[in-house]
């Protein structure tokens, strides 16, 4: 058995939290499993960590959070606080049963407070539920900047022309998954970078939604996405009379638009109609891939920003509808390029 280094002791932290990747997890439980040091302290961690199952998340700032994590992070790799010593003691105490059994809780909370340094309990449990949505926004940007490269490869090998498909003006947009030889979906044109091999099928599907669908069937039989699971983002659909009037970073994907959500929801048949009335909810309302904090945005330089508004710049324009547009039947198209809208 060889002593645990600091990288493995914040390994271990981090996996108690939830907070780690499938790939850092799977590190992790090999680490517990062979050796007997890391097991034990991982069973320390997490008994002293089960009073804050007890505790309701709330919003909370993220500078707080930040902190949070900052000072946790650091109580464990400076070495200010003797973690595995702090546990052992309260391990220590517990087993003496008596006294010391009855207060063992207030001990273990005692050493959270301790790891956390000042920072209330509460804002532990908030700041490591903040963590958890950063890991996920975080691969969700790693994600879109690959799809960037996929078009930036596609646009080498023809002509620096984006993706596109001949559609006929009025064709349904919303219609994801319809097979036909007419090309009517939004998302038939990024379907040729999975067809052509640039991508693959689930590059299109935000890590944080945690699909439970795996693409098997051969991208050449299909004439666009199987169905509206194979792709959590939504795309810009152009003006068709475009003058030139292309804003310099020009968004071009983003997290999935919450307007058109629920309606696609209740009518998944893409030989259905689509009949969106815009309300006040529906306005004011972010992406739900990533719990409605904001939604992540592909812009045409190759650059992702994650926004907690629905603009993309000074503009204030609604990246999710159109201006002045308050009915949706999804046929419509933008009047200019000036006019962002991502659509399914």
Same mark, same amino acid.
């Given at each position: 058995?060889?002593?645990?280094?600091?990288?493995?002791?914040?390994?271990?932290?981090?996996?108690?939290?939830?907070?780690?990747?499938?790939?850092?997890?799977?590190?992790?439980?090999?680490?517990?499993?062979?050796?007997?040091?890391?097991?034990?302290?991982?069973?320390?961690?997490?008994?002293?960590?089960?009073?804050?199952?007890?505790?309701? #998340?709330?919003?909370?700032?993220?500078?707080?959070?930040?902190?949070?994590?900052?000072?946790?992070? /650091?109580?464990?790799?400076?070495?200010?606080? /003797?973690?595995?010593?702090?546990?052992?003691?309260?391990?220590?105490?517990?087993?003496?049963?008596?006294?010391?059994?009855?207060?063992?809780?207030?001990?273990?909370?005692?050493?959270?407070?301790?790891?956390?340094?000042?920072?209330?309990?509460?804002?532990?449990?908030?700041?490591?539920?903040?963590?958890?949505?950063?890991?996920?926004?975080?691969?969700?940007?790693?994600?879109?900047?690959?799809?960037?490269?996929?078009?930036?490869?596609?646009? &080498?090998?023809?002509?620096?022309?984006?993706?596109?498909?001949?559609?006929?003006?009025?064709?349904?947009?919303?219609?994801?998954?319809?097979?036909?030889?007419?090309?009517?979906?939004?998302?038939?044109?990024?379907?040729?970078?999975?067809?052509?091999?640039?991508?693959?099928?689930?590059?299109?599907?935000?890590?944080?939604?945690?699909?439970?669908?795996?693409?098997?069937?051969?991208?050449?039989?299909?004439?666009?996405?199987?169905?509206?699971?194979?792709?959590?983002?939504?795309?810009?659909?152009?003006?068709?009379?475009?003058?030139?009037?292309?804003? &310099?970073?020009?968004?071009?994907?983003?997290?999935?638009? #919450?307007?058109?959500?629920?309606?696609?929801?209740?009518?998944?048949?893409?030989?259905?109609?689509?009949?969106?009335?815009?309300?006040?909810?529906?306005?004011?309302?972010?992406?739900?891939?990533?719990?409605?904090?904001?939604?992540?945005?592909?812009?045409?330089?190759?650059?992702?920003?994650?926004?907690? &508004?629905?603009?993309?710049?000074?503009?204030?324009?609604?990246?999710?509808?159109?201006?002045?547009?308050?009915?949706?039947?999804?046929?419509?198209? #933008?009047?200019?390029?000036?006019?962002?809208?991502? &659509?399914?």
């Amino acid at each position: 058995m060889t002593r645990l280094t600091e990288q493995q002791k914040q390994l271990l932290f981090d996996y108690c939290l939830g907070i780690t990747s499938e790939q850092e997890s799977a590190l992790a439980q090999e680490i517990i499993f062979s050796d007997d040091e890391a097991a034990r302290l991982v069973a320390s961690i997490k008994a002293s960590l089960s009073p804050l199952d007890a505790i309701t #998340p709330e919003e909370c700032p993220e500078e707080l959070a930040e902190g949070t994590i900052w000072r946790a992070q /650091q109580a464990v790799r400076t070495g200010k606080v /003797q973690l595995e010593q702090l546990l052992a003691a309260e391990q220590h105490r517990k087993a003496e049963g008596g006294f010391w059994r009855s207060v063992f809780g207030r001990l273990a909370t005692a050493a959270v407070f301790i790891i956390v340094g000042t920072t209330a309990i509460t804002g532990f449990k908030m700041a490591s539920t903040y963590a958890h949505h950063r890991y996920w926004q975080t691969q969700c940007e790693g994600q879109l900047a690959g799809l960037f490269g996929a078009i930036s490869n596609y646009r &080498a090998d023809n002509n620096n022309q984006m993706p596109n498909i001949a559609a006929v003006p009025g064709s349904p947009w919303w219609k994801v998954g319809y097979q036909g030889p007419e090309n009517v979906s939004n998302t038939r044109r990024m379907w040729l970078l999975v067809r052509q091999k640039y991508a693959k099928p689930n590059d299109f599907i935000c890590p944080a939604t945690k699909p439970d669908c795996t693409f098997q069937c051969e991208p050449k039989d299909y004439n666009d996405f199987p169905n509206r699971n194979y792709v959590t983002y939504s795309f810009r659909i152009g003006c068709p009379k475009s003058a030139g009037d292309t804003p &310099a970073r020009r968004v071009i994907i983003a997290d999935l638009s #919450p307007v058109f959500e629920k309606a696609l929801q209740s009518a998944p048949n893409p030989d259905g109609k689509l009949i969106v009335k815009i309300s006040d909810e529906l306005l004011n309302i972010n992406s739900s891939n990533h719990t409605g904090r904001g939604q992540n945005v592909l812009f045409c330089d190759g650059s992702v920003k994650f926004l907690k &508004a629905r603009h993309a710049d000074i503009s204030l324009d609604d990246i999710f509808t159109l201006r002045d547009k308050m009915t949706y039947e999804g046929t419509e198209l #933008p009047s200019s390029e000036s006019d962002a809208f991502l &659509a399914p």
